[in-house]
């Protein structure tokens, strides 16, 4: 009979996904000989047999792989003379020798939340990994928290340190056994152990669960850092953890054992079930339901983060102590999450009434991803654990690597080459060094993890972000892209958009090619270029940084210096309610400084107005995170539906510009009038998303494309978001926001090296065509 011998190379995530299992299952049911091993960044081998089973064979490597696998080629030749011999079977090798072309970037598989067979395990007293915490298989457990170096084997993991046992080694060695070359095996014989204080194992454990009863907080090292836990229904406990970790006001993430749980504490659709069963496991930002945990779970907000455990060690906790947990990153505030044991137990040793430790070492920081739902789309706030660093798609191929240097908040960085990208996990704020010397090691890591060198890194135009201040740092070559054109360019990369669209990008600031701050833009735009058709009013923000932070100023800004278009301000009459309650002398300097012009930078932010509004509204005056006046107003405005407040468009400078003065003018009216603050901030969401329609509107009235891409941090606000798409699609449009790549500036480094890589391919392989400024 005619026998058909070809080698084979699967590209993709096929790393540390049980993908040489399932080949060696796939080749073994088909009766093929040969082998398949870990290459490089790959999977390559040799199979032989009958040319169909052959065949079908490749035709189940592209279209049934794992779970977690993510293949992105299958390629087939014609093998060497040198084949197998003929009934010797079918097996998995240690390694093989390279018989192709090496492929960039490699893929690194993101860690997998502890699957069910595992769970079913853990609390099954008659299996030997009972009560043991670090159970895993080939179908989850760590990946990227622990790869040291590719190809995918224990020996480079941190699991390295921990030789099997001959009962794992069997199960590592038995194709029949889901652990079949599970590299993280381990078990209480052979893995890592617990470790509190003096204790080990189930003791530590005991020590943990008793500490969390009492109501003390338990630092615990989880998956990519440590996590701070305490009892989400002890109030005292919540508020000795905020004063502790200088977090007075941002939300609690929540974990709960199971769905039911979480059905109590919020409300829960089918699109928000699968996010939170998800192997990915992320946090999901959910209304809150009729059963409230305390009030400084999450302040200022009915909405609250919950997620399900994502280890063993995790389900052992919440099954001990039965009830809902806080379970934050291991930080101070504007810290990167702790990793090293010595380093977290400095660091938190002020925060923490007890350390749960293990002796697994965490290779690569990752913090958990955050995730919301609007309508049945599952939109990212934080890409982190389960999720990074796993590729995206570019749709425009750059010649030559490219990295995203990212902006200055909630800063990721993105390395891309040959139409993959490879969005890094969250970060944090860089103006913190720890938080900065914690990129510049992340961006090594995955530099040599993926194999690419950058050969261009695209930037911000802000020379003061240290994001940007880096990238003159790398010797390489540089390409500024626009800030709010980035944003735009990730929602339209993600979604493989070449053609020109029409972008709404709201966020807080972010500097414009006129050298003025933006953050209220509406633009026709595509990868390459773009051009602003439409923008808010501009606004002082005095004292610059202080108006962020003081939503106070923000709102004099707006009362007394907004842009001069043709409408007066409100009467003083309207005002007085507000002004009256302000600082006298702090509101009278900042008066002064508006009316002199003194460190007033002007702005065109629709963020900033959502500050301005909750200020208006008695609802926040000054903030301990971004976006926390957003928050309240997003809140107070609940569901509640309303008529919109006044407003007015205006042609200026060949743009359409929405002049809020009429809005806050009907909205201090109606105020003075008695009109409940909710119904207030209920009228304001619905103004703005009316406002957007209406701009957008006259553009395409004008000749813009009808397909639209919304992004920035505006549009975490899930009412915004809703309306503005509601409203643009009953216009017959199109419209696009992000779902993998956060639509704040944790995108923003995807859609620089978007933006890069479509000018890198529209001058050609020469980098030296590109214009160095946007």
């Given at each position: 009979?005619k026998?058909?011998?070809?080698?084979?190379?699967?590209?993709?995530?096929?790393?540390?996904v049980?993908?040489?299992?399932?080949?060696?299952?796939?080749a073994t049911?088909?009766?093929?000989d040969?082998?398949?091993?870990?290459?490089?960044g790959?999977?390559?081998?040799?199979?032989?047999?009958?040319p169909?089973?052959v065949?079908?064979?490749?035709?189940?490597?592209?279209?049934?792989?794992?779970?977690l696998?993510?293949?992105?080629?299958?390629?087939?030749?014609?093998?060497p003379?040198?084949?197998?011999?003929?009934?010797?079977?079918?097996?998995?090798r240690?390694?093989?020798p390279?018989?192709?072309p090496?492929?960039?970037?490699r893929?690194?598989?993101?860690d997998?939340?502890t699957?069910?067979?595992?769970?079913?395990?853990?609390?099954?007293?008659?299996?030997r990994r009972h009560?043991y915490?670090f159970?895993?298989c080939?179908?989850c457990?760590?990946?990227a928290?622990?790869i040291?170096?590719?190809?995918?084997?224990?020996?480079?993991?941190?699991?390295r340190?921990?030789p099997?046992?001959?009962g794992?080694?069997?199960?590592?060695?038995?194709?029949?056994d889901?652990?079949?070359?599970?590299?993280p095996?381990a078990?209480?014989?052979?893995?890592?152990?617990?470790?509190?204080?003096?204790?080990?194992g189930?003791?530590?454990?005991?020590?943990?669960?008793?500490?969390?009863?009492?109501?003390?907080?338990?630092?615990?090292?989880?998956?990519?850092?440590?996590?701070l836990v305490?009892?989400a229904?002890?109030?005292?406990a919540?508020?000795?953890?905020r004063l502790?970790?200088?977090?007075p006001?941002?939300?609690f993430?929540v974990?709960?054992?199971?769905l039911?749980?979480?059905?109590?504490?919020a409300?829960?659709?089918?699109?928000?079930?699968?996010?939170?069963?998800?192997?990915?496991r992320?946090?999901?930002?959910?209304t809150?339901?009729?059963?409230?945990l305390?009030?400084a779970v999450?302040?200022?907000?009915?909405?609250i983060?919950?997620?399900l455990?994502?280890?063993?060690?995790h389900?052992?906790?919440?099954?001990?102590?039965?009830?809902p947990?806080v379970?934050?990153?291991?930080?101070?505030?504007d810290?990167?999450?702790?990793?090293?044991d010595?380093i977290?137990?400095?660091d938190l040793?002020g925060?923490?009434?007890?350390?749960?430790?293990?002796?697994?070492?965490?290779?690569?920081?990752?913090d958990?991803?955050?995730?919301?739902?609007?309508?049945?789309?599952?939109?990212?706030?934080?890409?982190?654990?389960g999720?990074?660093?796993a590729?995206?798609?570019?749709?425009?191929?750059?010649?030559?690597?490219?990295?995203?240097a990212g902006?200055?908040?909630?800063?990721?960085f993105?390395?891309?080459?040959?139409?993959?990208?490879h969005?890094?996990?969250?970060?944090?704020?860089l103006?913190?060094?720890?938080t900065?010397?914690?990129?510049?090691?992340?961006?090594?890591?995955?530099?040599?993890?993926t194999?690419?060198?950058?050969?261009v890194?695209?930037h911000?135009?802000?020379p003061?972000?240290l994001?940007?201040?880096?990238?003159?740092?790398t010797?390489?070559?540089?390409?500024?892209v626009?800030?709010?054109?980035?944003?735009?360019?990730a929602?339209?990369?993600?979604?493989?958009?070449?053609?020109?669209f029409?972008g709404?990008?709201?966020?807080?600031?972010?500097?414009?090619?006129?050298?003025?701050l933006?953050?209220?833009?509406?633009?026709?735009?595509?990868l390459?270029?773009y051009?602003?058709?439409?923008r808010?009013?501009?606004?002082?923000?005095?004292g610059?940084?202080?108006?962020?932070?003081?939503p106070?100023?923000?709102?004099?800004?707006?009362?007394?210096?907004?842009?001069?278009?043709?409408?007066?301000?409100?009467?003083g009459?309207?005002?007085?309610?507000?002004?009256?309650?302000?600082?006298?002398?702090?509101?009278?300097t900042?008066?002064?400084m508006?009316?002199?012009?003194?460190?007033?930078?002007?702005?065109?932010?629709?963020?900033r107005?959502?500050?301005?509004?909750?200020?208006?509204?008695?609802?926040?005056?000054?903030v301990?995170?971004?976006?926390e006046?957003?928050?309240a107003?997003?809140?107070?405005a609940?569901?509640?539906?309303?008529v919109?407040?006044d407003?007015?468009?205006?042609?200026?400078?060949?743009?359409?510009?929405?002049?809020?003065?009429?809005?806050?003018?009907?909205?201090?009216?109606?105020?003075?009038?008695?009109?409940?603050?909710?119904?207030l901030?209920?009228?304001?969401h619905?103004?703005?998303a009316?406002?957007t329609?209406?701009?957008?509107?006259?553009?395409v009235?004008?000749?813009?494309?009808?397909t639209?891409?919304?992004?920035?941090?505006c549009?975490?606000?899930?009412?915004?978001?809703?309306?503005?798409?509601?409203?643009?699609?009953?216009q017959?449009?199109?419209?696009?926001?992000?779902?993998?790549?956060?639509?704040?500036?944790?995108?923003i480094?995807y859609?620089q090296?978007a933006v890069?890589?479509?000018?890198?391919?529209?001058?050609?392989?020469?980098?030296?065509?590109?214009?160095?400024?946007e």
């Amino acid at each position: 009979m005619k026998r058909a011998v070809r080698d084979f190379q699967v590209t993709g995530i096929v790393q540390g996904v049980g993908f040489r299992p399932f080949v060696h299952r796939t080749a073994t049911s088909l009766r093929l000989d040969g082998w398949v091993a870990n290459v490089d960044g790959h999977v390559q081998g040799t199979v032989a047999g009958v040319p169909d089973d052959v065949e079908e064979f490749a035709r189940c490597l592209r279209s049934a792989p794992p779970p977690l696998a993510r293949v992105r080629a299958v390629r087939m030749a014609d093998a060497p003379t040198t084949s197998p011999t003929p009934g010797s079977g079918f097996e998995v090798r240690a390694g093989g020798p390279r018989r192709w072309p090496a492929v960039r970037p490699r893929e690194i598989p993101p860690d997998a939340a502890t699957c069910p067979a595992c769970v079913t395990e853990l609390f099954d007293p008659h299996d030997r990994r009972h009560r043991y915490p670090f159970v895993n298989c080939a179908d989850c457990g760590p990946r990227a928290t622990i790869i040291e170096d590719l190809p995918y084997d224990r020996v480079r993991t941190t699991m390295r340190r921990f030789p099997m046992c001959d009962g794992c080694a069997a199960e590592y060695a038995d194709p029949g056994d889901r652990r079949f070359h599970a590299e993280p095996i381990a078990c209480a014989a052979c893995g890592p152990q617990l470790c509190w204080e003096d204790l080990r194992g189930e003791a530590a454990l005991q020590a943990a669960v008793g500490a969390v009863q009492e109501g003390r907080i338990v630092a615990v090292k989880g998956l990519g850092g440590y996590q701070l836990v305490c009892d989400a229904t002890a109030d005292e406990a919540v508020v000795r953890l905020r004063l502790r970790k200088r977090r007075p006001g941002k939300a609690f993430a929540v974990m709960v054992r199971d769905l039911d749980a979480a059905r109590c504490l919020a409300r829960i659709g089918s699109t928000a079930r699968e996010a939170l069963t998800s192997p990915v496991r992320p946090v999901v930002l959910l209304t809150a339901g009729a059963v409230r945990l305390p009030t400084a779970v999450h302040p200022g907000t009915d909405r609250i983060g919950l997620f399900l455990p994502t280890t063993g060690l995790h389900h052992l906790l919440l099954a001990a102590l039965d009830r809902p947990l806080v379970v934050t990153s291991g930080n101070t505030a504007d810290e990167p999450i702790a990793v090293d044991d010595t380093i977290a137990r400095q660091d938190l040793g002020g925060v923490a009434d007890g350390f749960l430790g293990h002796d697994r070492p965490i290779r690569s920081r990752y913090d958990d991803s955050v995730v919301q739902v609007s309508g049945r789309t599952v939109v990212t706030v934080r890409r982190a654990r389960g999720l990074a660093p796993a590729p995206l798609r570019l749709p425009r191929r750059a010649s030559v690597p490219v990295a995203g240097a990212g902006a200055q908040l909630k800063h990721t960085f993105t390395l891309a080459e040959d139409g993959r990208a490879h969005l890094a996990a969250h970060t944090g704020d860089l103006a913190n060094p720890a938080t900065y010397e914690a990129f510049r090691s992340s961006y090594a890591d995955l530099c040599a993890l993926t194999g690419i060198t950058p050969h261009v890194v695209a930037h911000d135009l802000h020379p003061g972000y240290l994001s940007t201040r880096w990238a003159h740092t790398t010797g390489r070559r540089r390409i500024p892209v626009q800030h709010h054109h980035a944003h735009l360019a990730a929602c339209a990369a993600e979604h493989g958009l070449t053609r020109p669209f029409t972008g709404v990008a709201y966020d807080g600031l972010g500097l414009g090619d006129d050298g003025t701050l933006w953050g209220g833009e509406v633009m026709v735009a595509d990868l390459v270029s773009y051009r602003r058709v439409g923008r808010f009013a501009t606004a002082p923000l005095p004292g610059g940084d202080a108006a962020v932070r003081h939503p106070w100023r923000a709102a004099l800004g707006h009362l007394y210096g907004a842009e001069p278009l043709g409408v007066p301000g409100p009467a003083g009459e309207l005002t007085r309610e507000f002004t009256e309650r302000l600082d006298p002398v702090g509101a009278t300097t900042v008066r002064a400084m508006i009316e002199r012009g003194i460190n007033c930078p002007r702005a065109s932010s629709a963020g900033r107005l959502f500050d301005a509004v909750a200020s208006l509204l008695g609802l926040v005056d000054s903030v301990s995170y971004e976006g926390e006046a957003a928050v309240a107003l997003e809140s107070a405005a609940g569901r509640i539906r309303v008529v919109a407040l006044d407003r007015r468009l205006v042609r200026a400078g060949g743009l359409w510009v929405y002049d809020p003065v009429p809005t806050l003018t009907d909205l201090l009216a109606r105020r003075a009038h008695g009109e409940p603050v909710p119904a207030l901030a209920a009228a304001f969401h619905r103004t703005v998303a009316e406002v957007t329609a209406e701009l957008v509107g006259r553009a395409v009235e004008s000749g813009a494309p009808r397909t639209v891409c919304l992004a920035g941090g505006c549009f975490v606000n899930r009412r915004l978001l809703a309306d503005v798409r509601r409203l643009l699609r009953a216009q017959g449009l199109h419209v696009l926001v992000g779902r993998a790549v956060p639509v704040g500036d944790g995108g923003i480094s995807y859609g620089q090296a978007a933006v890069a890589a479509a000018r890198l391919a529209a001058a050609g392989t020469s980098t030296t065509g590109v214009r160095e400024r946007e």
